[in-house]
């Protein structure tokens, strides 16, 4: 990754599926080290803001840069690489079933024909799934799933994580583990997290800034105030107390 | 019941033989369906219309073999294939040649069953294979084939007991088993024991085969 300029950048960036925009003129720059929330109703775009930074879709018009680079000049195996140095962590986890935790950790290093046991071992140990490490999928929590997802996207030591609804599957308390997760990812390792999501309790627990999708446009940007949600851990009963207004 | 076991003591011998060509033959025909139609199959999948690597020829010409060997008649396939058949192994006759069309159905049924099996692995895996900057060697061997695998072995116990069923039809080029023998010997001598019994050591052995791939399936199924 360079170290500086913003890690991506929109600049007026248009998609077009047939008659249907999917974004409309987006211009936002991502700084290195924040922690972003994307947020916005299911349809406003934030799928394909994150399929841009995935390099899985191309503007119609405008421009996408991710850390110096438009993905749109890339070769295959030139996007390829970009993609192993973005992590990704998923809504539905997307872990493979037949692996263990510990198989499904050392993955991406495997498709870079390198492997790290000891690297493997410590990233379990820091998500608190090191007693879990041969553990298959199945006999694991979402959070734990998805804590064991967060690993293996950390694995290749990524500049950028991209994070789908990582929370709109999991509980209350697994959701604030997945949270915090991803907020000590940006102290320890100096990732960049895009935090995309539907949830704004979620993005008002870590997020520094947020950016509101409303069909297709970008309608604002703006800092997050510090929630005092953000500093204590509700139990279950405050939570509830909180959202229901008890 | 003394019969049955009367007549399969007297013919043995000939039976065991008969079952060593139809092992022979599914043998085969199971090492063609696994080295070229598991590849065959991870083809079609790939280039499917709207699949991960689209490619209307490659795919109209998999897929059309498929189909066409699926659904012609087994019989006159057999028939069919006697001049490429004589091309290749200098006869037309034996249980080597006559594993050769066999080969051909066992590619084909086998290619099918992984398509489908591919198609349900979620699309989850594809997106994760996508984003961690996998290649496509690398997508179907690290995430495809091992979500799959469970119901790869189960569809090659299917592939294999279908491919038994086909065997029995071999008789009329000379390639002998199980089927061939029950027929011959069996049916048209009016032994009907003899007839009777070897179907039966038939089903004991699809049985066999069924209860292993079910078990196998099932270690190698974690998820």
Request: glycine share 10%; charged share 20%; aromatic share 8%.
């Amino acid at each position: 990754m360079q170290s500086s300029g913003p890690i991506a950048a929109f600049e007026g960036v248009s998609v077009q599926y047939g008659n249907v925009t999917a974004l409309d003129e987006v211009t936002l720059e991502i700084e290195r080290g924040e922690i972003i929330g994307i947020v916005g109703e299911s349809g406003a775009g934030k799928s394909t803001l994150l399929n841009l930074l995935d390099a899985a879709t191309h503007p119609t018009d405008g421009r996408v840069v991710i850390d110096g680079t438009d993905p749109q000049r890339l070769s295959g195996r030139e996007i390829r690489l970009l993609r192993r140095r973005i992590g990704m962590i998923f809504q539905g986890f997307n872990l493979l079933g037949n692996r263990t935790a510990r198989q499904n950790v050392a993955l991406p290093l495997k498709l870079q024909r390198t492997q790290d046991a000891a690297l493997v071992a410590e990233l379990l140990d820091y998500v608190g799934l090191a007693d879990r490490a041969d553990h298959y999928p199945a006999q694991l929590s979402g959070g734990q799933k998805q804590r064991v997802a967060i690993a293996r996207a950390l694995v290749t030591r990524p500049g950028l994580l991209l994070a789908d609804e990582p929370t709109s599957s999991l509980d209350t308390r697994a959701t604030e583990d997945v949270l915090e997760l991803l907020a000590a990812t940006r102290r320890d390792f100096g990732a960049t997290v895009v935090l995309v999501t539907h949830e704004l309790d979620s993005v008002a627990a870590i997020a520094d800034r947020a950016a509101v999708l409303e069909d297709g446009a970008l309608r604002s940007v703006f800092p997050v105030a510090r929630s005092a949600a953000r500093e204590r851990r509700d139990s279950y009963l405050e939570h509830a107390q909180r959202v229901l207004g008890a | 019941m003394s019969g049955f076991l009367d007549s399969l003591s007297a013919n043995a011998d000939q039976i065991g033989i008969a079952m060593a060509e139809t092992g022979f033959m599914l043998a085969f025909s199971l090492a063609a369906a696994v080295l070229v139609g598991l590849p065959l199959g991870v083809v079609i999948y790939l280039t499917r219309p709207g699949g991960p690597k689209e490619h209307r020829p490659i795919w109209a010409v998999a897929n059309m073999y498929v189909t066409v060997v699926r659904s012609f008649p087994f019989l006159l396939f057999v028939v069919f294939l006697i001049p490429l058949t004589r091309l290749l192994y200098g006869t037309t006759f034996g249980t080597g040649a006559a594993t050769f069309p066999l080969c051909f159905v066992g590619i084909a049924l086998y290619a099918r069953l992984v398509e489908q099996i591919l198609l349900e692995v979620p699309s989850g895996v594809l997106h994760a294979a996508r984003s961690m900057g996998a290649d496509v060697f690398q997508t179907v061997v690290h995430f495809l084939l091992v979500e799959g695998r469970s119901g790869l072995v189960y569809a090659l116990t299917s592939a294999s007991i279908s491919l038994i069923s086909y065997s029995t039809v071999l008789g009329i080029v000379g390639g002998g088993g199980l089927g061939d023998f029950a027929l011959r010997f069996g049916y048209q001598e009016y032994d009907y024991p003899l007839m009777y019994s070897t179907i039966v050591i038939v089903i004991v052995c699809v049985l066999l085969l069924q209860t292993a791939g079910e078990k196998v399936s099932a270690v190698l199924d974690k998820r």
